[in-house]
T-cell receptor, first 113, second 106 residues
Framework: DTEVTQTPKHLVMGMTNKKSLKCEQHMGHRAMYWYKQKAKKPPELMFVYSYEKLSINESVPSRFSPECPNSSLLNLHLHALQPEDSALYLC????????????FGSGTRLTVV | KNEVEQSPQNLTAQEGEFITINCSYSVGISALHWLQQHPGGGIVSLFMLSSGKKKHGRLIATINIQEKHSSLHITASHPRDSAVYICAVPGNQFYFGTGTSLTVIP
């Protein structure tokens, strides 16, 4: 298995909802990443987990809460989002940090209404 | 200043044309990635290279580590090549270029 699987592919949520994005990989990678991408912009790093510990938080608002329950799974919990949080959320993994063998998921298209 | 600069930002070509996208970077690296993203889609890794040249089908990527420059070439371009092409260099995170939006017209 050489993929990073993200679910759901599309999500529409209200500003008072609580939802979660899921990312899974079975390549034995020990670093996992969340990126946010707005239209026509490159991805922006949100969080990095290394060996299941949060190693980088790029000053992301607390309405985004990451969780890494085990080395294969990365979640992003969403609560009280704003319409400007609508974006493509990409997950990626790599064998370690720093490392060159990044693999990206296909993303979750999030719309906040 | 961005660590990774790409040019051009937008590119329109006729089917069959030879296409070149350029990438310059300022950080020290051992490898550079070329990525492809179709509209609304996830990111696919095309190449990871640390020296010389790599070829995959109609795609060719070159890198000059001393000059900190890489190019992505597409030969005999096709409408299905229409996508955003991004160069990126790894570190504690991935430093992305601004992307080149390519449209190939039949």
């Amino acid at each position: 298995d050489t993929e990073v699987t993200q679910t759901p592919k599309h999500l529409v949520m209200g500003m008072t909802n609580k939802k979660s994005l899921k990312c899974e990989q079975h390549m034995g990678h020990r670093a996992m990443y969340w990126y946010k991408q707005k239209a026509k912009k490159p991805p922006e790093l949100m969080f990095v987990y290394s060996y299941e510990k949060l190693s980088i938080n790029e000053s992301v608002p607390s309405r985004f809460s990451p969780e890494c329950p085990n080395s294969s799974l990365l979640n992003l919990h969403l609560h009280a989002l704003q319409p400007e949080d609508s974006a493509l959320y990409l997950c990626a993994s790599s064998p370690a940090v720093p490392n060159y063998g990044y693999t990206f998921g296909s993303g979750t298209r999030l719309t906040v209404v | 200043k961005n660590e990774v600069e790409q040019s051009p930002q937008n590119l329109t070509a006729q089917e069959g044309e030879f296409i070149t996208i350029n990438c310059s970077y300022s950080v020290g690296i051992s490898a550079l990635h070329w990525l492809q993203q179709h509209p609304g889609g996830g990111i696919v890794s095309l190449f990871m290279l640390s020296s010389g040249k790599k070829k995959h089908g109609r795609l060719i990527a070159t890198i000059n580590i001393q000059e900190k420059h890489s190019s992505l070439h597409i030969t005999a371009s096709h409408p299905r090549d229409s996508a955003v092409y991004i160069c990126a260099v790894p570190g504690n995170q991935f430093y992305f270029g601004t992307g080149t939006s390519l449209t190939v017209i039949p």
